[in-house]
């Protein structure tokens, strides 16, 4: 019985985390570039009793073993970086990325992170920065009183100054891609962090080598599925009930053979 009440057990501990991040992702449904997550469940270690081939007579063998699992827990979670839609704003400095890859962006340590949110703003120098005030990498700066400013799906930046006519070019964004996007580490704030597991990042042209175009005016939405979201919620709900009733289970099968012992 308490072999029961521990399987039961671990498998209560594993739907929790799993609903926490359902909770996590139904929280950023409309976090503009957020990644949903995914709770992945693995088996503990079995509790072997017979091992399948082992002799069952003189010349013959048993077909199939005979263990016992312990339970169950999270692997890991695991981001799901597919494309997110493309919310249209008409701002001129809101920017999106359809493809892979991430902006690049100077944390006021000097490290640097990277996000798929491409709601850009302008600082006091004219510099083009996140909500938070984090720089653009490589730097952009847009001089005062520039007008018709343009970014080109390559990443080009241009603008009208003041007393031209003609268009001139500012800068060009760099998109950073890597190999194993699922290892960045989420810092907050929209905001990954390169890890061994991601790989160092590629910077490069916007459009080229596998890196996305980048889209002005737009923004990613995140890419939960509400209703998906919401039937693994309630699947989990359930699964989370069966495992109770299995510890309620084991419990009264205890108290049985205790009170008629």
């Given at each position: 019985m308490?072999s ?8 209560l501990?594993a739907?929790d985390q799993?609903?926490k ?9 409309n976090t ?11 088996t503990?270690?079995?509790q ?11 010349d013959a063998?048993?077909?199939?073993g005979?263990?016992t ?5 999270v692997?890991?979670t695991e981001?799901?970086?597919?494309q997110g839609?493309l919310?249209q704003?008409?701002?001129a400095?809101?920017?999106?990325i359809?493809g892979?890859g991430f902006f690049?962006l ?11 949110d491409?709601?850009f703003?302008?600082?006091s120098d004219g510099?083009?920065?996140?909500g938070?005030g984090?720089k ?5 700066t847009?001089?005062?009183g520039?007008?018709?400013i343009?970014i080109?799906?390559?990443?080009t930046?241009?603008?009208t100054?003041?007393?031209q006519t003609d268009p001139?070019q500012?800068?060009q ?5 890597f190999?194993?996007?699922?290892g960045?580490?989420?810092i907050?704030?929209?905001m990954?962090?390169e890890t ?9 042209v916007?459009?080229?080598?596998g890196a996305g175009?980048v889209r002005q ?15 693994d919620?309630i ?8 495992n109770?009733k299995?510890?309620?289970?084991a419990d009264?099968?205890?108290?049985y053979?205790?009170?008629?012992m």
């Amino acid at each position: 019985m308490t072999s029961a009440l521990q399987i039961a057990r671990s498998g209560l501990d594993a739907l929790d985390q799993k609903m926490k991040t359902i909770s996590n992702n139904l929280a950023n449904v409309n976090t503009t570039g957020f990644k949903r997550d995914r709770a992945n469940f693995e088996t503990l270690m079995y509790q072997t009793t017979r091992n399948p081939g082992a002799p069952s007579a003189a010349d013959a063998q048993y077909a199939t073993g005979l263990g016992t699992g312990t339970g169950v827990r999270v692997a890991g979670t695991e981001r799901i970086h597919t494309q997110g839609s493309l919310q249209q704003t008409d701002n001129a400095l809101d920017l999106a990325i359809e493809g892979s890859g991430f902006f690049q962006l100077t944390l006021a340590n000097g490290r640097t992170a990277y996000t798929r949110d491409g709601g850009f703003k302008l600082n006091s120098d004219g510099q083009l920065v996140t909500g938070s005030g984090n720089k653009l990498v490589p730097a952009i700066t847009i001089p005062d009183g520039a007008q018709a400013i343009t970014i080109a799906a390559d990443g080009t930046v241009s603008a009208t100054l003041q007393g031209q006519t003609d268009p001139a070019q500012l800068g060009q964004i760099q998109i950073a891609r890597f190999i194993n996007p699922a290892g960045l580490q989420p810092i907050g704030e929209n905001m990954y962090a390169e890890t061994i597991a991601s790989g160092t990042a590629q910077a490069g042209v916007p459009g080229t080598n596998g890196a996305g175009a980048v889209r002005q005016g737009s923004l990613e939405t995140s890419n939960v599925s509400t209703v998906q979201e919401l039937v693994d919620m309630i699947e989990t709900q359930r699964a989370y009930e069966v495992n109770a009733k299995v510890i309620n289970s084991a419990d009264e099968m205890a108290k049985y053979v205790t009170q008629n012992m």
